[in-house]
C-alpha cells in the first residue's frame, strides 16, 4: 500500500477531501521523522513505537575487496509492533 493508496482509504472512511488527507498523512510522516532526529521515541498505542536503535562503532570489512573499513556511531530509525498488532494481524492470516 502507498501513501496515495491510504491517504484514498482514509479520504473514503472520513469523508476528508483526499487532499486534506494527504496532507495529515504527510504530516504525520514528518512528525515521525523529527522525532526521530531528536532521538525521541514515538509510541501510538495498539500499533507500535518508532525508535532509533544505536549501533556501536566497529571494523568492518567490504566483502568484494575484502579492504578493512571503520563504522563510526550509527543510528538505525526501528518500528516495533504492538502486541495488539501482532495478534490482530496473526488471527487474520489464520483465518484465511
Known amino acids: 500500500?502507498?501513501?496515495s493508496q491510504i491517504a484514498a482509504a482514509i479520504s473514503g472512511a472520513t469523508g476528508l477531501s483526499k487532499k486534506e488527507t494527504e496532507i495529515v498523512v504527510e504530516g504525520f510522516i514528518s512528525c515521525v521523522i523529527d522525532s526521530?532526529?531528536?532521538?525521541?521515541?514515538?509510541e501510538i498505542r495498539g500499533f507500535g513505537t518508532?525508535?532509533?536503535n544505536m549501533?556501536?562503532?566497529r571494523i568492518a570489512r567490504n566483502p568484494k575487496t575484502g579492504e578493512?573499513?571503520?563504522l563510526g556511531k550509527r543510528?538505525?530509525?526501528m518500528f516495533k509492533v504492538s502486541k495488539d498488532f501482532?495478534?490482530?494481524v496473526q488471527e487474520a492470516m489464520?483465518?484465511?
Open 36 to 42: 526521530l532526529k531528536r532521538n525521541e521515541s514515538v
Open 75 to 77: 543510528f538505525i530509525p
Open 86 to 88: 501482532k495478534k490482530a
Open 55 to 57: 549501533k556501536h562503532p
Open 50 to 52: 518508532f525508535k532509533n
Open 68 to 70: 578493512k573499513i571503520s
Open 94 to 96: 489464520t483465518e484465511q
Open 1 to 3: 500500500m502507498t501513501r
